[in-house]
Antibody, heavy 121, light 107 residues
Framework: EVQLVESGGGLVKPGGSLKLSCAASGFPFNIAWMNWVRQAPGKGLEWVGRIKSEVDDGTAVYPAPVRGRFIVSRDDSKNMVYLQMDSLTTEDTAVYYC????????????WGQGTLVTVSS | EIVLTQSPGTLSLSPGERATLSCRAS???????LAWYQQKPGQTPSLLIYGASSRATGIPDRFSGSGSGTDFTLTISRLEPEDSAMYFCQQCGTPPYTFGQGTKLEI
């Protein structure tokens, strides 16, 4: 059974930092491209970063709103993916989902349950 | 950035009817990288359709996807009450990967 379990969410002040973790199991993690997607309360889905598998060069890419503030990393020895978030603003308040593309069929195959990040003073 | 615009914003239909959801892209999308997701209230999004027209594992054949270029459609035939959800289209071929704003389907 595919499982993606996020942790590390919580309340943080504007300007602060937070690091989210995602534990993956049930699929070949070493070939998966891992993504983070967020959803602000009552809003739609927003992709915030992706890291390729190490065999595909392991590079990460980000959309403009988070580029330079968010970093996605992975540890294949632990089947873990991380999202380091710096210089947080209230606009970053959202549920953050860890999402795996492991079938490489042009979609996000498996989603975690999400972890809530609240940026507030 | 490829902008995906979904219509209608909300769709209210009765059980047994057919739903047609539209997703229009601001520029051409490779069909290989066009997907649809379903998100029921309080739940995580889940993959419905990938490659514009292929059903994900376990998805009933009442759900079908079609389209190419800039116009894509999700069709749900013989609606059931449990189909009430938000539906999002997504392109993941060209970063930044983008989602449509969603269509709320009420049964």
């Amino acid at each position: 059974e595919v499982q993606l379990v996020e942790s590390g969410g919580g309340l943080v002040k504007p300007g602060g930092s937070l690091k989210l973790s995602c534990a993956a199991s049930g699929f070949p993690f070493n070939i998966a491209w891992m993504n983070w997607v967020r959803q602000a309360p009552g809003k739609g889905l927003e992709w915030v970063g992706r890291i390729k598998s190490e065999v595909d060069d392991g590079t990460a890419v980000y959309p403009a709103p988070v580029r330079g503030r968010f970093i996605v990393s992975r540890d294949d020895s632990k089947n873990m993916v991380y999202l380091q978030m710096d210089s947080l603003t209230t606009e970053d308040t959202a549920v953050y989902y860890c999402v795996a593309d492991w079938k490489h069929a042009g979609s996000f195959d498996s989603w975690g349950q999400g972890t809530l990040v609240t940026v507030s003073s | 950035e490829i902008v995906l615009t979904q219509s209608p914003g909300t769709l209210s239909l009765s059980p047994g009817e057919r739903a047609t959801l539209s997703c229009r892209a601001s520029q051409s999308v490779d069909s290989t990288y066009l997907a649809w997701y379903q998100q029921k209230p309080g739940q995580t999004p889940s993959l419905l359709i990938y490659g514009a027209s292929s059903r994900a594992t376990g998805i009933p054949d009442r759900f079908s996807g079609s389209g190419s270029g800039t116009d894509f459609t999700l069709t749900i035939s013989r609606l059931e009450p449990e189909d009430s959800a938000m539906y999002f289209c997504q392109q993941c071929g060209t970063p930044p990967y983008t989602f449509g704003q969603g269509t709320k389907l009420e049964i």
